[in-house]
Structures are given as C-alpha cells and as structure tokens.
C-alpha cells in the first residue's frame, strides 16, 4: 500500500481543514448550553461518513445524544471491523488558562511537534484519532485497497458515562455484529516508541452534599456552635487516605488484580524519565501509594481523587458566613476485577459512616464502568503489532493505561467480541485540560497505519 502515502500528501491540508471544521463546534455533552453544537456535530460526522465511502449512514436516535452508524460491506465472507469514537468532548473549562480559544484551532509547533500541532478542545480526545479513521476508510474506498466489511459507531455521551451507547449496544446486536472493534481513544509511549493499549481502568463517579443548618449562617454569631458543612467535608476527604495514601474505604481492595513480579518487570522496561516526567507537569516530586512507581501508580493500581469541590462564598471580597451545604465531585479510577457498582454502593455506605450527626450526607452517584484487559495472543493484536512495525518500524510495546473507555467492556458482553486500543496521541497532548493538542505528525501517521491492521487482520483472519 505505498500508495496511501502519496495519498497523504496529495490531501494533506484538505485532512487538516476538515478536522479544523470539526474542531470549531463546541460539542461539549456534559453542557446542555451546548447541545445545538453537539447535534450539529453528530450531522458534520455523518456527512464525512457519506463522503468517505459509506454504503449506509444513519443517524440513530436515543434517550440522548444520536449515535451515527454507518457501514460498508463487501462480502459478508470477509471479516468485519467495527470502529468505535465519540464526537463530544470535554468542557473547556477554565478558560483563562488557554493560550488560545478552545474552539478556535491554532496550528502551532512545540519541541514535541516540530510539524505542528492542532490547539483546541477534542484536538485528540478524541475528534482527531477518530477523525483519523474516516480518513483512512475514505483512502481505502478511494483506492479499491477496502480488504473488509467495516462499520462505524460515532456517539456523543462518552464524556458524560456513555449512558445511552448502553441503551443503544444491546438494542441492535445484530447490526453491530463485528470480528474486532477498532478503537482510537488512547496515547502511545512516545512518536518514537509505539506502544499499543492492553489494559484500561474502570471508573466510579459520583457527588457528594454536606448539608449543615437550613440556611447560610453569620460565623460570627455561629461559629463554633454550629457544624460547618466545608469543614466537615474536607475532613472526610482527608480521611480517605491513609498516611501511605492507600485508600481508606472497607473492602476497596478486596478484588484489586496483583500483578506478579515477572509482570511488573515486564512494564518496568517501557522507557520512563522520572525527571522529564516530573518537568512536563511543573512538580518538585511524584505522589501515591507507596511500594508502588510512578508507571504502576497510574495504571494497575486503583486511585480516588476529588474532581471538584464548592461550597459558601466565592465571590471577590469577604462575606463571613457558614454555608449551608459543601459539594464534592469524586472519581475512583478501578482496576481489572473492581466492579464499579459494587465500589460505589462502598464509597456511598462508608462516607454516610464517617459523617458526623451534625450533618446529613447525600451521595449520587453518576457513570461508571468496569476494567479491561485485551490478550496479546489473539489475531487483532498481531495484526495492530504488523501495522506498527509497518508504519513506524518499530514493534510497539505493550502498555497499560491508567485511562477509561467504560463502554469497552460492555462491547464485550453484548457483542461478544475483543477490542483493540491503537492510539496515537501523547501524554503531553492536555487532553481534558487547557491547551490540549494533537500533533499534525501524529494526526497523519494514524492515517498511514491504520489501513495496514485492516490488511493484515484480513490476511490472518
């Protein structure tokens, strides 16, 4: 396929404009403010779709967000790849800390990305690595290089839990029915190293409401006799954790996955700096539960950390008062084996024990997921390892990652089939932060790779 190549270079800025396009819709799911733009972006993905090759498209309805589906299918003989991405995106909050508007894309070169890279919200999470796939196909219909049947499922809910892609899966099976599911949501070591996803961490959201006297108290005429809800709540954020930073919540552990020690050597060997590590992010030192690295830290093990917290006056200036109610929005990253209902009835059962009876204690719960782990000894992931090798000419490591794609292993449940992670974003690129980006090389390399797992996994299947 030297052709796909040339293919890039011939349609390189049209590649870039398209995504660009894209990237100007703030389809921000998690907003309701925004939820024009977020349907205006469903359609731009169906039209692409259409353009690229598609025999089908559909835009399907459900309880929220439409999810588009679209296919093409040569010879039901041929296996069939089914690529899964999301077209909604995080809020870009807070905005001062960008160095450009989040929905205005700026191209700009960085020590990483000496080609450029694309500056906005979803330049890689994941409107750019799903965007890279539509690419791809459209090479491979153009050229008559489609080795097999494809199908795509786009939704707009994967920043907020994925709630109706779990009313959507189980309802069109059949539709669904695919070989391998193809998924473009994760980073790679580095653009000289590639690395493929083997392993992904559940997830468990949830809120938290302290609530203390009915109203907003003056703290001088209270304070001190009556139960501040801030104070109360930060306590019981602190009490979390214990003095090694393990987390404190009775039974959290039991189901942890214990890699062996042959294991952990295995995931030492990946190239890590602890000090450009440590640079990149502007800290004097790493955190965490001790007897752990860093590398071990951030992907085998499970993590509760504080999202947002709130409560009583914030404005400029003083006003001296007892708030009424504290919030708290909490996640726990969760490993293979964690069931991610069971640690939030946990989390809900031990935070109402540890509240104090001046206080009353409202725990929601929002989305969730369980762990994954994909095998390396199954044809998809021969065929992702070729195409690396292809592309990049380098075999790519395998790597665990300390990210969450829930709907990974409902994919598995209802559709029977394995999921293979090829991403190739960097840790660097601010996803879910201010300035995130996707560097241009990486954005076309993607592009280049990825008709090469459609070819070899034809050829193995």
């Not at 800025?13 to 819709?25: C, H, V, Y």
């Not at 559940?202 to 809800?229: C, F, K, M, Q, W």
């Not at 979390?240 to 404190?248: M, P, Q, V, Y």
């Not at 965490?288 to 914030?314: A, C």
Request: glycine share 8%; charged share 25%; aromatic share 10%.
């Amino acid at each position: 396929m030297e052709s796909i190549n040339n293919y890039i270079k011939q349609h390189k800025q049209r590649f870039l404009d398209e995504l660009i396009a894209l990237l100007k819709i703030p389809s921000v799911s998690a907003d309701t403010a925004f939820k024009k733009e977020v349907l205006l972006t469903a359609d731009f993905v169906m039209e692409q779709l259409k353009k690229a090759g598609c025999d089908t498209v559909e835009l399907c309805e459900t309880p929220g967000y439409p999810i588009i589906y679209g296919e093409k299918i040569i010879d039901k003989n041929l296996p069939t790849v089914l690529v899964y991405g999301h077209y909604d995106v995080q809020p870009p909050d807070p905005i001062e800390l960008w160095d450009s508007p989040p929905f205005e894309p700026v191209i700009k070169k960085t020590e990483l990305h000496p080609e450029g890279a694309i500056f906005a919200r979803g330049a890689c999470d994941d409107k750019g690595q799903m965007y890279m796939h539509i690419k791809a196909f459209e090479y491979m219909t153009s050229s008559s290089n489609l080795p097999c049947n494809v199908k795509f499922m786009i939704e707009g809910e994967e920043e907020v839990g994925s709630e109706s892609l779990s009313w959507f899966v189980p309802r069109n099976i059949e539709k669904l029915k695919n070989d391998v599911i193809l998924i473009s949501d994760t980073g790679m070591i580095a653009n000289d190293i590639p690395s493929i996803t083997t392993g992904l961490r559940g997830l468990s959201y949830v809120e938290a409401e302290i609530t203390g006297p009915n109203r907003d108290l003056h703290s001088g005429l209270y304070g001190g006799a009556v139960a501040n809800p801030i104070n109360i709540l930060n306590k019981m954020i602190a009490s979390l954790h214990d003095e090694n930073n393990f987390i404190t919540i009775p039974g959290f552990y039991d189901n942890v996955e214990e890699l062996s020690k042959e294991e952990r050597a295995e995931m030492a060997k990946a190239p890590f700096n602890l000090k450009e590590y440590k640079d990149a992010i502007k800290i004097d030192d790493v955190y965490g539960e001790k007897e752990y690295t860093t590398n071990e830290r951030n992907s085998i093990r499970p993590t509760l950390d504080v999202n947002g917290i709130w409560g009583g006056y914030t404005g400029e200036g003083a006003k001296t008062v007892i708030a009424s109610k504290a919030y708290a929005k909490i996640s726990m990253r969760l490993v293979p084996n964690q069931d991610w209902k069971r640690i939030t009835n946990l989390f809900v059962k031990h935070f109402e024990n540890i509240a104090p009876n001046a206080v009353a204690v409202k725990v929601t719960p929002h989305h969730g997921g369980q762990g994954y782990v994909t095998p390396i000894n199954t044809t998809a992931y021969e065929a992702a390892s070729k195409a690396y090798e292809t592309t990049f000419g380098k075999t790519p490591i395998p790597q665990r990652s300390g990210g969450s794609i829930p709907i990974v292993a409902l994919f598995e449940e209802y559709l029977k089939s394995k999921t293979i992670l090829m991403g190739f974003g960097l840790n660097s690129d601010a996803i879910h932060s201010p300035n995130e980006h996707f560097g241009i090389w990486n954005y076309l390399k993607g592009i280049e790779t990825i008709p090469y797992f459609y070819k070899y996994f034809t050829e193995l299947h």
